[in-house]
């Protein structure tokens, strides 16, 4: 089969620079160049439209209302209190405003003009923030178990998101070049990239740590998953898990979300070595046997399963030059986050906010993002991302707790954090409209007031106490994972959902489709019954996700 034509882009591309200086330069439109478009996703943004405004610029003959959307490279999802003032007044200065967490630990600024473009990258790079690999066929923010209570090994192991992401970026100097105006050098040989060589991944890949018995980023969803190993006390190394990704194409039935594969275990107690060889290696791999004919059946989960999981475990040994070991046992029982208060071994304190669907923003009576600036002012806190699209104000002295803890009552923080039923805190939605062009239904927008109803049918049934994760998204492409929900909901035209049941509470099952296509009555109407016989029929301590696996597809 022919080559995709975004493997020719990359191709000619000149290391990622391909015309984008000339598609800036062009005053006549607030696109870019089609080429230019794919390019500069490795640059970490997408151009998108309103999609609320298409009709009406149709209809006056104007051209869409093109925008960027910018995404942070943030491994880990740590931020220091002035890397956040920064982006609260880039945010406020270049794009929509609003600070959008996403579901893999970073922050994206939607609804920046072309000629923000540049600025806004110059005022991220003040603050040593940039956009490298947060998207294209390259490896891309790499997340990690976002607590630091969770472990007194969490930072050591989250520096491993740090050192992975370095080890994997890519050697072109064209965002230097483009966008921070770096004078072009001359001799291109620095820029000799073995790993990504001229034609970069066949695909998007995702690599995710997770420090049991927390599961916050859903390790299993990423190309590459590594499963931290703690014994007595120290980070003996990780179990390496490959071949996972969620995303399905609606009438592709060769398309299937899967869950990565265990494949053995990696020592790191005297050196990351073996890990960053490992991680190289895997990379590797897909550069050299992954699909580039067809963009649907190009990320490593179909590598794998084309191969064999024997094979490529194997053929991962060959290229480092050692065996892996038996994996280790491992446990996860949690994936939500640790809202409120939490002290860590060390004794810092840290609060964790909802976040609702990741957007920060000061509305309906709740300005959430002016209390975040004024923490960040006060200079006593860093700021983590979690992988349920929430932050953690972190790393607080006990000294400092009451200044953070009166501007978050100051601001009704606390108080609202009160107010909140267990489903919302367990709930994400992707992005989707307005800016979204894949989106086929709401998500973020609607989610919120669905949630509503559904805690008042669970209150009726007297299951206001139950831990149920719920996702939704406006397309199969799976962005807030919903294929691991307890309750999935993904968009199939306006105001209609496929409804997923079956995961479990932990995110180590995938879910299975249930109902096809429902509206907002029948998705109420179907969760009822089910609720109703949830109440009367569950196991002791059996969870929502379990006993309709059980039930109903068993
Ligand atoms: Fe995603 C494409 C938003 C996490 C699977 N995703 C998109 C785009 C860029 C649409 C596009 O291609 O033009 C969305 C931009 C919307 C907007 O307006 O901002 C988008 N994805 C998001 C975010 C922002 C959702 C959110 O609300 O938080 C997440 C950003 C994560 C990050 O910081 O990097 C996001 N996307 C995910 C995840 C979850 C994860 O990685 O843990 C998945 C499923 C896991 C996986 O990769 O298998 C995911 N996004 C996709 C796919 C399907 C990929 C595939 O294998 O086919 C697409 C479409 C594509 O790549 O062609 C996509
Ligand atoms: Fe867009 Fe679909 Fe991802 Fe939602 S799941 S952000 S609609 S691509």
């Avoid at 996860?332 to 669907?357: P, S, V």
Wanted: hydrophobic letters at 35%.
């Amino acid at each position: 089969m022919a080559e995709s034509p975004t493997e020719k882009i990359k191709k000619e591309s000149r290391g990622l620079r391909g015309t984008i200086k000339e598609s800036l330069s062009d005053e006549l439109t607030g696109s870019l160049r089609e080429d230019d478009q794919s390019i500069i996703k490795f640059h970490g943004m997408y151009q998108q439209d309103d999609r609320d405004r298409r009709d009406e610029r149709a209809e006056k003959k104007l051209e869409r209302l093109y925008s960027y959307m910018i995404r942070l490279r943030l491994p880990g999802g740590l931020l220091s209190a002035d890397q956040w003032i920064a982006i609260h007044e880039i945010a406020e200065t270049h794009s929509t405003g609003v600070i959008k967490i996403t579901t893999r630990q970073t922050v994206q600024l939607h609804g920046i003009i072309k000629s923000h473009i540049k600025p806004t990258i110059k005022a991220f790079d003040e603050v040593k923030l940039d956009s490298i690999a947060t998207c294209g066929d390259i490896n891309r923010n790499v997340i990690c178990s976002g607590n630091p209570a969770n472990s007194s090994l969490h930072s050591a192991i989250q520096e491993y998101a740090d050192k992975i992401s370095q080890y994997l970026m890519p050697r072109t100097r064209a965002y230097y070049e483009i966008w921070l105006d770096e004078e072009k050098i001359a001799d291109k040989r620095d820029e000799d990239d073995p790993l990504y060589q001229e034609r970069y991944l066949p695909r998007k890949f995702k690599i995710a740590i997770a420090i049991p018995p927390n599961n916050d980023g859903d390790v299993f969803a990423n190309d590459v998953g590594l499963i931290a190993i703690i014994e007595k006390g120290r980070l003996k190394g990780f179990n390496v898990a490959v071949g996972g990704g969620l995303s399905t194409t609606y009438g592709n039935p060769s398309t299937y979300p899967r869950l990565a594969t265990v494949i053995g275990f990696l020592d790191a107690s005297l050196s990351d070595e073996k890990i960053l060889k490992t991680v190289y290696a895997i990379t590797s791999i897909q550069r050299d046997f992954g699909n580039r004919s067809d963009r649907k059946l190009a990320r490593l989960k179909y590598t794998v399963d084309n191969h064999g999981i024997k094979w490529f475990k194997e053929e991962v040994e060959r290229r480092n030059g050692w065996l892996f070991e038996p994996a280790k046992p491992f446990l996860f029982t949690e994936r939500g986050d640790a809202y409120g208060w939490e002290r860590d071994l060390a004794g810092k304190w840290h609060y964790t906010l909802f976040i609702e669907n990741g957007r920060v923003l000061d509305e309906k009576g709740l300005a959430m993002k002016s209390a975040i600036l004024e923490i960040a002012k006060s200079k006593t806190a860093n700021f983590r991302f979690t992988g349920n699209q929430n932050v953690i104000i972190a790393d607080i002295d006990g000294k400092d707790k009451p200044i953070v803890e009166g501007i978050l009552d100051r601001f009704g923080i606390r108080a609202f954090m009160d107010t909140l039923g267990l489903l919302r805190k367990n709930s994400m939605a992707c992005v989707s409209l307005p800016t979204c062009p894949l989106a086929l239904a709401e998500a973020q927008r609607y989610l919120p007031g669905l949630i509503d109803k559904l805690e008042t049918l669970l209150s009726h049934h007297g299951l206001e106490e139950e831990q149920i994760v719920i996702r939704m998204t406006g397309c199969p492409n799976g962005c807030a994972r919903p294929y691991l929900a307890e309750i999935g909901l993904i968009g199939t035209a306006p105001g209609r959902y496929n409804l997923h049941l079956g995961g479990d509470y932990e995110g180590t099952r995938l879910n299975r489709l249930f109902r096809e296509s429902l509206g907002e009555n029948e998705i109420i109407l179907e969760l009822d019954g089910l609720f109703r016989r949830f109440r009367s029929e569950r196991n002791p301590k059996e969870g929502f996700g379990d006993f309709v696996m059980r039930k109903i597809f068993v």
